[in-house]
């Protein structure tokens, strides 16, 4: 069971509902539930393996659920395929580009099979990114072609985005661009995003929420600032008092055992302590569902 | 969707270039051929004469006309029996296949294989009409090319067989004209189904190749056993030289027009079989090897297709009551009636059903070409991107 208390509120714009997946006797998503409200950009956070790019993959009719369903904006995209796809945006996990075609080409392909694409939209962005339109996909960097693929994905003026793992092969630079141009459109647009990532740190100025799968299961599902503010990391002989151990990890410098808590509501003496970081957050509930109980940083 | 056609053509660059490229040097090479052996102009009367040096029934002294004659079709035969001639009669034959495969596989496999399917899919609602930009741009690349080709096929066959006309001739057929079109839109049609149901491209370029060469092989078999049994019709008596007991090979014979189907044997009016034929010159024949006229391979018999003059066509008494099997055995009874013995009678698909023989054979490759599409639309609605 997702611990968080933000799921519920708003209307929902990407809503898992006991969504369970299986690969032959591999669980990629187990009763899965998750609720994306509108207007949000949520990161969807888990090491790689945790089912982050099934999730994705889900709600864009690639994959079909085995047990459970995803409704995107409404709709069942499985169930109603091109009209749940015409509400989103997608982004691959790599910058797929047609090898041979133009910037403009993809733009032009985009408008073809689209029918509501805006090329004027993404033209622009691109403009303003001074990727040249002439240019031929195969010969940009990895951080051009990742911009053109969330440019396509913007181009649709969909009402939610599914960006998997983009920015992966990215260099910081080109991270912090395409962070910030996704930001600046979601704010403009008013749209919902669901960024996956397995570096924290990637989505940390991003997003507003924070989901956490891990093997397959919802760990945490609840705003950012709810996360911080509810969760202390201590060594492990030191519990805040009334708080619940979630998960014990090895720390930084590789020394000492620490175990992250999550507190009690109006608990004065553990919100005393230091916040834990994000990435703390994270290990912690990751190493919960190893149940190992511990976790290299 | 023009835009969509153009890209996947753009997409698809080299095999577009590679296609055209080659359909239009066979072309090419198909018209230069054609082009030497009309420049020999050589008389179908010494054609007809000049069956693989054999100078016909007359024994008398070659005159200086006949020498010309002889010298004229010997060059045309060398020129048919070329290194060249053949390598481009080759190609001609399975250029539409090739084509088809070579601008089928890649269609959806290699969208499959470089990531880019999930891109495309996530933009179009309808994977089904993405695929049809994709298809109709394949469509339009090898129809008007291989068309070209079938004509400029159309008019070797002519070339190499003088005084026949292509357009109502089962000569070749399947290789050659309109059909070409359909054998690419088949090659190409089944290609891409395969890649879309394997997603990898040179697996679905070798099994389209293994698939294709068998059905182009079994075909003819397939289709005069099956299909064109039904429509044919027995042959009328045309030839001269087929009546004094020649069997018609070579340019210009009329027996290239029809297409040989299957045939019956009659003894005195009554169907038999070919076991009872057998049985009938075994108590009623001697036969003895001998070096004869029809033992000598015929220059004109370049594997037409199921031409009357078909290896499976029977032998045929003369009226001596002789007869000459494909094996260079020629056979005597004593003092029998050519009447009574047995009488094989051939059933074709006469050559001026060409074009009704031509719309049938063309659109059950159409059919199958449309099976295989809509296999592959199915398909694509249910797999995975990747």
């Keep these: 069971m997702a611990l968080g208390g933000g799921a519920s509120t708003g209307t929902a714009a990407l809503a898992a509902h006991g969504l369970s997946k299986r690969f032959k006797k591999k669980i990629a998503l187990d009763k899965v539930d998750l609720s994306i409200p509108a207007g949000s950009v949520t990161a969807l956070v888990g090491p790689n393996g945790a089912g982050k790019t099934t999730l994705i993959r889900v709600c864009m009719a690639f994959e079909r659920p085995n047990a459970g369903g995803v409704e995107v904006d409404g709709v069942d995209p499985w169930k109603h395929r091109s009209e749940a796809l015409r509400r989103v945006g997608y982004v691959p996990q790599t910058p797929a580009v047609y090898r041979g075609l133009s910037v403009e080409d993809h733009l032009s392909m985009a408008r073809s099979l689209h029918s509501g694409f805006d090329s004027d939209y993404a033209r622009r962005r691109l403009d303003q990114l001074g990727i040249p339109l ?43 661009e395409f962070i910030q141009v996704l930001l600046d459109a979601v704010k403009s647009d008013g749209s919902t995003a669901l960024l996956s990532s397995h570096i924290v740190t990637d989505v940390e100025d991003a997003c507003d929420r924070l989901a956490i799968l891990g093997a397959g299961k919802v760990r945490l599902d609840c705003p950012l600032e709810e996360a911080r503010q509810t969760h202390r990391l201590t060594e492990a002989d030191s519990p805040p008092p009334g708080a619940t151990a979630i998960g014990s990890f090895l720390g930084k410098g590789g020394k000492n055992i620490m175990t992250l808590w999550r507190l009690a509501p109006g608990d004065a003496a553990g919100e005393a302590l230091e916040t834990a970081s994000l990435e703390d957050v994270v290990l912690g509930y990751l190493a919960a569902g190893r149940g190992t109980g511990l976790q290299l940083n | ?244 007991g020649y069997v018609v090979y070579g340019p210009g014979g009329p027996g290239n027009a029809d297409m040989y189907v299957y045939y019956k044997s009659f003894i005195d009016g009554k169907e038999v079989t070919d076991a009872e034929v057998n049985a009938w010159y075994n108590q009623n024949m001697v036969c003895v090897p001998m070096l004869t006229p029809s033992a000598s391979t015929s220059p004109g018999d370049s594997g037409s297709s199921g031409a009357s003059s078909s290896p499976g066509a029977p032998a045929t008494p003369d009226k001596q009551g002789s007869t000459m099997g494909d094996n260079g055995v020629a056979c005597q009874g004593p003092n029998i009636d050519p009447s009574h013995m047995p009488q094989p009678v051939q059933y074709v698909i006469p050559g001026s059903w060409y074009w009704q023989t031509i719309a049938l054979e063309s659109g059950l490759l159409l059919l199958g070409s449309l099976f295989c599409g809509a296999i592959a639309f199915v398909w694509v609605d249910r797999r995975r991107p990747y």
């Design chain 1, 134 to 176: 002439d240019q031929r996909a195969d010969t940009l960097s990895g951080g051009q072609a990742a911009q053109l693929g969330l440019a396509m994905a913007l181009g649709t003026r969909a009402k939610v985005l599914l960006l998997d793992e983009p920015l992966a092969n990215l260099d910081p630079l080109a991270r912090r």
């Design chain 2, 1 to 244: 969707m023009l835009t969509r056609i153009r890209l996947t053509l753009k997409q698809h660059r080299f095999e577009t270039i590679a296609v055209t490229v080659v359909c239009v040097g066979l072309t090419v090479a198909a018209l230069i051929e054609a082009y030497r052996l009309n420049s020999l102009n050589v008389p179908l009367s010494c054609l007809q004469s000049y069956q693989g040096g054999y100078m016909g029934p007359s024994q008398g002294p070659v005159t200086a006309a006949q020498a010309h004659c002889n010298e004229l079709a010997k060059s045309f035969n060398d020129m048919r029996g070329s290194l060249d001639m053949n390598l481009v009669q080759l190609l001609l034959l399975f250029a539409p296949i090739l084509a088809g495969i070579v601008v089928g596989a890649p269609l959806v496999a290699r969208e499959i294989e470089q990531g880019t399917a999930p891109l495309s899919w996530a933009l179009s609602g309808s994977r089904r009409r993405w695929l049809l930009g994709k298809v109709l741009a394949g469509v339009f690349l090898l129809a008007p090319l291989m068309l070209v080709v079938g004509l400029a096929a159309n008019v070797l066959e002519g070339a190499l067989n003088p005084g026949l006309n292509p357009y109502a001739s089962f000569s070749n057929y399947l290789g050659r004209g309109v059909p070409d079109v359909f054998w690419a839109l088949a090659a190409f049609a089944g290609t891409f189904a395969l890649g879309t149901v394997l997603g990898r491209t040179m697996p679905a370029v070798v099994l389209a190749l293994v698939v294709c060469f068998f059905v182009r092989a079994t075909w003819d078999a397939g289709m005069t056993h099956f299909v064109l049994r039904q429509f044919a019709v027995q042959q009328v008596q045309q030839d001269q030289q087929q009546q004094q």
